[in-house]
């Protein structure tokens, strides 16, 4: 029986909603199990008061940072202090950061140095420098588990206009495409998710299939019986031009 990846969390309590923590703990569920589980911040304050009432109930252990200096917070640095700890001297496969605070971007970058997958969980307000650098990340603005299976039309509209986005999915496309213009769905995946922080769920997806048939500018087959394929209709209109 293969080991499963062993999982460390760190939560900026600060930067993060406590009534998203069941679902941030169900999704790295998936990935392995979940060894370490901390949570920083001054508790003494109020508005952890939600933290508080879920941390015994999920076993996460709460770390005291008092504020020392008016404006100054020392939670960010005992976190970054506390993890690359872990780093050294933990045997662990998964970094996770739950924080919409981009002061945690050179913590990431130095983890995937260290042959890390990082997950990031954090709200819209969370920087793309932030975003960008994680293996994966994911919003906890929206529901992670409980997205619609069928796209709807007002959305396709947003995610059709998303030039960053579109681009991405079809470099993913042109790097792996057979002769014909036609890649696998699984490599395209693979190839998205060593580039980028990117999932489809953030778009309101919950399979990469999903989001790639609720954009018209990709045509979708299957062979086999459950092989899908993914072809850029753009590239396509260019390989059918007459010569």
Not at 52 to 68: S, T
Not at 105 to 124: C, H, Q, W
């Amino acid at each position: 029986m293969k080991d499963k990846e062993k999982i460390a969390v760190f939560i900026d309590a600060d930067n993060a909603p406590a009534k998203k923590v069941d679902k941030i703990l169900s999704e790295l569920a998936r990935y392995g199990v979940v060894n370490i589980r901390k949570a920083y911040g001054n508790w003494k304050k109020q508005n952890l008061k939600a933290w508080e009432e879920v941390l015994h109930e999920f076993a996460i252990q709460p770390i005291q940072q008092f504020d020392l200096t008016k404006g100054k917070n020392a939670t960010d640095m005992a976190l970054v202090i506390d993890a690359m700890d872990v780093l050294y001297t933990k045997n662990i496969d998964i970094i996770c950061l739950v924080s919409s605070d981009c002061d945690f971007t050179p913590l990431v970058t130095r983890s995937l140095a260290d042959g890390k997958f990082v997950i990031g969980f954090g709200e819209r307000k969370a920087p793309l420098a932030f975003v960008n650098s994680c293996s994966r990340f994911l919003y906890l603005d929206e529901d992670i588990e409980t997205e619609q299976d069928i796209p709807q039309p007002k959305q396709n509209k947003n995610i059709k206009s998303d030039t960053k986005l579109i681009n991405l999915l079809r470099q993913a496309i042109e790097a792996v495409e057979d002769d014909e213009g036609w890649a696998m769905l699984g490599p395209i995946g693979t190839h998205i998710s060593n580039h980028a922080s990117f999932d489809q769920r953030n778009y309101g997806y919950k399979k990469l299939s999903d989001l790639f048939m609720a954009i018209d500018l990709f045509e979708m087959k299957q062979t086999n019986g459950s092989v899908l394929w993914v072809k850029d209709k753009k590239k396509a209109k260019q390989h059918n031009k007459p010569i």
